[in-house]
T-cell receptor, first 104, second 117 residues
């Protein structure tokens, strides 16, 4: 099964970029990487997904390495409301994610 | 777009009673709906996958007679926890995917916190 590895926690200063890494070395050639976040006691929220090209939307940017074995989610200007657990998902397998704390 | 409504948000019930949780896609037709449970400080655990008009597919270790799933229409799926016991207390979350571009993107409900006394 495809599995992802993420650091358990990260800190970021408000207004700075938050870069959240994810390792997915067992990803198959046609599998997408999806990113979600979960604010405490709520359902997860979809952020972005990609296959092999870098992607950007109104919430974030996704950088995928050429070998597709890892990716980085970038929140360009983190706010306090971005404090959440961020999950990197391949094939609908959920790990423990990264708990991001945005500090004032 | 892509709003999923889940009700109720919180349930407190006595041991032995059954609890029904509804999951609705408000502005799209959901090809597939998923049910998860989440214990404190843990990740989401997939319980079952349901498609409209067919029987749900349960993950290994999830009792289908305990957790009844009905997916009667393209916009509604229900999860019934039968004869609930304290160990069933958890955060239950549904999600839905839709046809077309980005069809594997999951849109989640707000979750239901079940407390069994």
């Amino acid at each position: 099964d495809a599995k992802t590895t993420q650091p358990p926690s990260m800190d970021c200063a408000e207004g700075r970029a938050a870069n959240l890494p994810c390792n997915h070395s067992t990803i198959s050639g046609n599998e997408y990487v999806y990113w979600y976040r979960q604010i405490h006691s709520q359902g997860p929220q979809y952020i972005i997904h990609g296959l092999k090209n870098n992607e950007t939307n109104e919430m974030a940017s996704l950088i995928i390495t050429e070998d597709r074995k890892s990716s980085t989610l970038i929140l360009p200007h983190a706010t306090l409301r971005d404090t959440a657990v961020y999950y990197c998902i391949v094939r609908r397998i959920w790990g423990l994610g990264t708990s991001l704390a945005v500090n004032p | 777009g892509a709003v999923v409504s889940q009700h109720p948000s919180r349930v407190i019930c006595k041991s032995g009673t059954s609890v029904k949780i509804e999951c609705r896609s408000l502005d799209f037709q959901a090809t597939t709906m998923f049910w998860y449970r989440q214990f404190p400080k843990q990740s989401l655990m997939l319980m079952a996958t349901s498609n409209e008009g067919s029987k749900a597919t349960y993950e290994q270790g999830v009792e289908k007679d305990k957790f009844l799933i009905n997916h009667a229409s393209l916009t509604l799926s229900t999860l019934t926890v039968t004869s609930a016991h304290p160990e069933d207390s958890s955060f239950y979350i549904c999600s839905a995917t839709r046809e077309g571009q980005g069809k594997n993107i999951q849109y989640f409900g707000a979750g239901t916190r079940l407390s069994v006394l």
